[in-house]
């Protein structure tokens, strides 16, 4: 099983579902190779990966509001810059390559990256 972007899924977490957990949903995961793992349903501290990463966007978030000091109601646009801002990031555990890059395998464009909340002055 390959999706958009051609890359093999390996397994899936999901909660315990009804649209999941079921006999149909084991037999696609099973035919299609990869591993269907299932969560306790509302616990997203089991996902240990996927906690740090919300824990992280969520302080880049916070950094970038009280810096920048925009109005409350930007707050869900911060949110989307801070995740923008991780998938251009170079990081150690990927051999100092953005997440971007290593999904893509292309290099993130930086020309377009300014100071969060200026105005810019178009010419």
């Known amino acids: 099983m390959e999706n958009l972007h051609n890359k093999t899924l390996k397994r899936l977490v999901t909660n315990k579902g009804g649209e999941f957990a079921n006999h149909n949903f084991q037999k696609l995961s099973n035919d299609c190779g ?6 306790p349903p509302e616990t997203p501290q089991h996902d240990g990966f996927a906690e740090r990463a919300n824990y992280f966007i ?4 916070c950094c970038l509001m009280n810096q920048a000091n925009p109005p409350k109601s930007y707050w869900a646009d911060t949110g989307s810059t801070a995740v923008l801002l991780s ?8 051999t100092n390559k953005s997440p971007k890059f290593v999904w893509t395998n292309t290099l993130p464009k930086l020309e377009r990256l300014r100071t969060f909340c200026e ?5």
């Open 34 to 39: 990869y591993v269907h793992i299932m969560a």
């Open 58 to 61: 969520l302080e880049k978030t």
């Open 87 to 94: 998938n251009l990031s170079p990081t150690a555990s990927r």
């Open 119 to 123: 105005p810019v002055r178009h010419v």
